[in-house]
């Protein structure tokens, strides 16, 4: 088996680095060839196997796609230490170790601090809706923190992943109510068991610290990054109130001291400054020599990620009676293997009562303490749980034999239904003013009634302009138009239409209410003519249900609109949708699946309308942005009245078959931003050959 493993190594301080080091020793002797593919650091790790190669991350690429592995396997934490592995996992898909379920911190490293604010709030919508956005915009201009523990933003990694290693059962649980269909394989996580002189470990433990340590002084130990869901204050309240009974008691704190959570002021305002040391991070081999040096070990997480911590296994492999919270994870440890801590008003209390039970009576702790090297030698062995990951990499890899993964284009990062915000107003007040404009003919009205839920949200995903800018709506009938100016704020305005180039009128409309609006229209033949417009002209660009009537060259409007659209301006693509519910259900019934598959009957003049000449997928509008050198800033899809069929048989087909639900409104909208020149003017997808 040969295996792309992406994980940081030490000396990044990570738990992860830890599980990785120990992972890949483990499994080197089941493996042909492993390479560790990592950022641009030093690693201290050393491995003695000659069958693992640490490599930089930018030289995966080339070997993924000519086929070199069988398994590419991504570690993913909660921390800036896997941005670059999230970035490539939804590029690459792979198998997922997924130490937490809950990655909102990993997110807000991957657009926050990279200064993608906008990210960030596609990020929200797309994990958890519209009723998310407001706090989200609140914590953007500072007034709130994000929502780091209410929404788990996960959904993106999890839809694009080939499959998914956890540690727990309850984090199995978790990926199950997400509802995405993704292989998900239960290994437990594995931990090493050291022999090591306790005596000596306190020799060195009280050199580290300075204290005169006697040998019937009780330690007890929190391990891990000191942060706030650890209830650290409460251990140290509680560490007071034993420590009056039992003054010979001293507490060490090993791990990075979070930055926004002190607790040096905490420690002095309870006295506590000669019976609590902070050693900071320690290397694995003094985390676990300070570890061993210790009589107790707290454990405590509330609210819970879902992660299984690593300190606590070592805490149980070394025999340490240990306090852990009654959640999650944690009531998969056995009864009687740790002392389970109820979480909410009265944990101070739990916690004070069990440190001095265990004080009161050795015995009892030294009993905890064996029940609990029991169970992680039986389950936690790393022999046994690298030879899991290789059946579980093993079974995927027959999965998809005989079927190529190509790498998707780099669209595929932000592909996914998400709100695309730009006019403030409400859809019904909206829907209220286009149809103001649209009294001029009875067929002109009937249209606008059919469409209207789809012009309503044109107008809600176009960006909002400024008086000094120009926006361009491509098929223009002037429906929607009057709203560029006086919703949008664009100071500009222009129309176009098919028909001879070189022509142009100023065509005007009148609303129910007296506003009247005029603008340009210029007539040109949008896949064949050069546009009417220097270069880098317009802001926005509108190309509304047009898309599907192009015969021959859909690229060639694509470079003209790349060429006419000013660095950083957007372009609005809407179009039918093949892979609607309503497509869905019409083939099953029998059906073609277009929208619109009619030919045009002609009119009495011999004039003929232009048909639908190819309708689209959403994924296709994405690539079509990629190749003409946009950014796709999202796509999503809507139906085109304001009451849309459910179509509930095509539903049951999709959900029966464990298929994906997004993209299946009848319309599409996608928003792109222009990045650069023309990527591919003739994409393979599109074009053959």
């Known amino acids: 088996m040969r295996i792309a493993f992406f994980t940081p190594l030490n000396p990044q301080p990570s738990g992860i680095s830890d599980y990785g080091e120990a992972l890949l020793r483990h499994l080197a002797p089941l493996a042909e060839r492993i390479d560790v593919f990592i950022e641009d650091y030093a690693p201290t790790a050393k491995f003695s196997a000659a069958n693992i190669t640490i490599r930089p991350w930018r030289q995966f690429e080339p070997d993924y796609q000519a086929g070199l592995y069988d398994g590419v396997i991504y570690q993913i934490g909660n921390n800036p230490f896997h941005v670059y592995i999230y970035d490539l996992a939804l590029r690459i898909p792979g198998i997922l170790i997924l130490h937490e379920h809950n990655l909102h911190y990993l997110i807000s490293d991957v657009t926050i601090k990279r200064n993608d604010w906008d ?17 989200a915009r609140r914590a953007r201009i500072g007034v709130v923190q994000p929502d780091f523990n209410g929404i788990a933003m996960n959904r993106r990694l999890l839809e694009r992943s080939q499959a998914v290693v956890v540690h727990s059962q309850f984090m199995v649980g978790l990926l199950a109510k997400t509802g995405i269909p993704i292989p998900v394989g239960k290994i437990p ?3 090493e068991f050291p022999v090591i002189d306790c005596a000596a470990a306190r020799a060195r433990l009280a050199h580290r610290t300075g204290w005169k340590l006697a040998s019937d002084e009780p330690i007890i130990g929190i391990f891990g990054f000191l942060k706030p869901y650890k209830s650290i204050h409460q251990s140290l309240r509680a560490f007071a109130e034993v420590r009056a009974e039992f003054p010979k008691t001293r507490m060490i704190l090993a791990g990075e001291e979070h930055p926004h959570y002190p607790l040096r002021p905490l420690i002095a305002e309870l006295g506590l400054n000669d019976a609590v040391s902070l050693l900071g991070y320690l290397p694995q081999d003094e985390f676990v020599d300070c570890l061993a040096a210790t009589d107790i070990s707290l454990n405590l997480r509330w609210p819970t990620a879902g992660e299984t911590s690593g300190s606590l296994l070592w805490a149980l492999a070394l025999g340490k009676p240990t306090l852990i919270s009654e959640v999650g994870a944690f009531l998969e440890v056995p009864e009687g293997a740790a002392v389970r801590i109820p979480v909410g008003d009265q944990e101070q209390r739990w916690i004070t009562g069990w440190l001095r039970a265990l004080l009161h009576d050795p015995t009892l702790a030294r009993q905890i303490g064996q029940a609990g090297h029991g169970y992680v030698a039986h389950e936690c062995a790393w022999e046994s749980v690298a030879q899991r990951y290789v059946e579980f990499i093993s079974g ?19 592909i996914g239904e998400r709100a695309l915000h730009g006019c403030a107003t409400s859809g019904e007040d909206l829907a209220d003013y286009i149809m103001g404009f649209c009294q001029t003919t009875p067929e002109m009205s009937e249209y606008a009634r059919t469409h209207l839920a789809r012009l309503v949200q044109t107008i809600q995903v176009t960006p909002r302009g400024t008086e000094q800018d120009r926006i361009l709506e491509m098929g223009c009938y002037m429906q929607i138009t009057p709203a560029l100016r006086n919703h949008l704020g664009y100071g500009e305005v222009r129309g176009a239409y098919f028909g001879k180039r070189g022509e142009s009128s100023v065509r005007s409309a009148r609303s129910i209410t007296g506003e009247e609006f005029a603008c340009t229209v210029d007539l040109f033949d949008a896949e064949k003519d050069k546009y009417p417009y220097p270069d880098n002209f317009f802001q926005t660009i509108l190309c509304c249900e047009l898309l599907e009537h192009l015969h021959f060259d859909p690229m060639h409007m694509m470079v003209e609109i790349n060429r006419i659209l000013a660095p950083g301006g957007h372009l609005i693509l809407s179009t039918p949708n093949l892979t609607s519910l309503r497509s869905i259900e019409a083939v099953l019934h029998g059906y073609h699946p277009a929208l619109f598959a009619h030919y045009i009957r002609p009119a009495a003049d011999g004039t003929i309308d232009p048909r639908h000449a190819r309708e689209y997928a959403p994924r296709e509008l994405g690539l079509l942005m990629e190749a003409a050198g946009f950014a796709v800033e999202g796509i999503e899809t809507g139906s085109y009245a304001a009451i849309s069929p459910e179509f509930e048989f095509a539903r049951k087909v999709i959900a029966d078959h464990g298929l994906s639900a997004e993209f299946r409104g009848e319309a599409i909208y996608c928003r792109g931003r222009k990045t650069g020149p023309v990527h591919e003017r003739w994409p393979k997808e599109l074009y053959y050959p």
């Open 396 to 414: 995927m890899a027959k999965k998809s034999a005989g079927s190529v993964e190509e790498i998707p284009p780099p669209y595929a990062r932000n």
């Open 189 to 191: 996580h594995g931990v």
């Open 119 to 135: 990210g960030y709030l596609e990020e929200v919508y797309y994990n958890a809706g519209i009723g998310a956005l407001d706090h």
